[in-house]
């Protein structure tokens, strides 16, 4: 139990995906202009980190390791990633009309985004068993999630400011993404305090 | 050589089933699409405005296609010319949609308005309204920032001597102007029809009015003792005209000291 604690507090704060290790940079920048957008957008996801975890995990351990094939990881957990993102889109669009039109739009733009497939690496890398992986995943979500809502939050502040004209629009977004990015430097030993 | 046999087999075993499985989830869960709903957005204008008060054209094809909404002649920027398209698609009755244009009903120019202060913030009249006011002695008329001008995707809205004005031949009446404001000063007046419009909607006493602007409407109600048709009113110190009775004979003009009250023919 505090193992997991501890995995998902270093996911959604030390090691924030879009603000530490800098993945899935195109979503935080493409739609954290509206908060209802950017929430959509998280909600996908974590769905999205969530199932792909669950999918890949058995595949990777019964069929790649099994083998000594652990090079195709990439390769086909993009494939399997892409085909059950596809998939969820169409149950969703039979069943669930409303959930497929707040999510929709999102669900093809984050088939193969790199947050996803890197989540899905990194649980592997860290040699974490199942319920860990689960655990990791959703909390990378949730610091995406994080990140997102926090940074739709400033760019709505930005609308109303002043900005010299060469720095509006994208430099300016930039700028407020790194320095939001260097306030969570500021957590940094913060898990390994508390489980210490 | 034989791992690198394995693993296409593997590549391609999953390759197969998911693309198969892609293929029969797509037949199997396939949602019919609303042919009705897609002829008449390819009918509309594809303006998106929301003149119809649906979410895009799409929205309105879906109602129209759905039976939310029986009226067809909701899209201003097809007139009634789509109306009709519509009517012929849907099978209900089509309707006239009176073309109209969008009108700034301010008469604050630099001339007959002064500045309280200078501004020097967010060119935006909703920025500017919200402080002291806005600049203009007059707090109640066009602040000349352009958010309206911002809005409108025919460039039909100028800035001219500090007011906007709305040339009607590019008015499409979509609305957006209107819902733009932050003075809630701009209108919709048909085309082609002469008609009196009060330009002018400072609600203060006439003493006010006179010190705000001098082309402002002062509630002297001579307007409406002039008009033979009771179309003119004045409420709350401002003469307001009621287009149903008016006929567009302009004898409030003749009567108005200020003349803030005039008769529009937009031409289109």
């Known amino acids: ?15 924030n995906f879009i603000l530490c290790k800098f993945l899935g940079i195109c979503p935080f920048l493409g739609v954290s202009k509206k908060l ?21 995990y058995p595949i ?12 195709l990881q990439t390769i086909v957990f993009i494939l399997v990633i892409a085909a059950l993102v596809q998939f969820v889109e169409i149950v969703l669009k039979k069943f669930m009309p409303p959930l497929y039109n707040s999510l929709g739009i999102y669900l093809p733009l984050i088939t193969t985004n790199c947050a996803v497939l890197g989540v899905v690496m990194l649980n592997i890398g860290k040699e974490f068993n199942f319920a860990l992986s689960m655990v990791n995943s959703i909390g990378a979500g949730l610091g995406f999630m994080l990140a997102m809502v926090m940074f739709a939050g400033v760019r709505q502040k930005l609308e109303g400011c002043d900005i010299p004209k060469f720095m509006q629009g994208l430099p300016i977004t930039l700028v407020a993404a ?18 210490a | 050589m034989e791992s690198i046999v394995l693993a296409i087999i593997i590549v391609a075993a999953i390759g197969l089933i998911a693309g198969l499985g892609l293929a029969v989830a797509s037949k199997v869960m396939a949602v019919p699409v609303d042919e009705k709903a897609e002829k008449i957005k390819a009918v509309l204008p594809g303006a998106n405005c929301g003149a119809c008060g649906f979410s895009g054209c799409a929205g309105y094809a879906a109602a129209l296609s759905e039976g939310k909404t029986k009226n067809t002649a909701l899209c201003a920027p097809g007139g009634t010319a789509v109306s009709l398209e519509v009517a012929k698609i849907t099978g209900l009755s089509a309707g006239s949609v009176v073309p109209s244009s969008a009108v700034v009903l301010c008469r604050g120019t630099s001339q007959n308005v002064s500045k309280r202060f200078v501004y020097s913030g967010v060119e935006s009249c909703k920025m500017a309204a919200q402080l002291f006011g806005g600049p ?54 048909p085309l082609n029809m002469a008609k009196a419009a009060v330009l002018c909607n400072n609600h203060s006493k006439g003493a006010q009015t006179r010190k705000d602007c001098s082309a402002g409407c002062i509630g002297c109600m001579k307007c409406e003792k002039t008009c033979e048709y009771g179309a003119v009113k004045v409420v709350n110190f401002c003469a307001v005209v009621d287009y149903e ?8 003009h003749e009567a108005c000291p200020v003349k803030c009250i005039d008769i529009m023919n937009l031409k289109a």
């Open chain 1, 60 to 71: 990777n351990k019964f069929l790649l390791v099994k083998h000594d094939l652990e090079y």
């Open chain 2, 136 to 189: 203009n002695s007059c707090s109640f008329g066009c602040l000349g920032y352009g958010d309206c001008a911002a809005q409108c995707e025919y460039d039909a809205i100028h800035i001219c001597d500090g007011v906007a004005r709305i040339n009607p031949v590019a008015c499409h009446a979509c609305k957006k102007c209107v819902n733009t404001c932050p003075r809630g000063i701009i209108k919709m007046l």
């Open chain 1, 178 to 195: 790194s320095l939001v990015s260097v306030s969570f430097l500021g957590f940094t030993g913060l898990v390994d305090g508390i489980f």
């Open chain 2, 245 to 252: 009775k008016c006929v567009g004979c302009g004898k409030c």
């Open chain 1, 36 to 56: 209802n957008t950017a929430v959509g957008m998280s909600g996908a996801v974590i769905f999205v980190m969530a199932l792909a975890t669950a999918v890949t």
């Open chain 1, 1 to 15: 139990m505090k193992l997991m604690l501890s995995v998902l507090l270093t996911a959604v704060l030390t090691e």
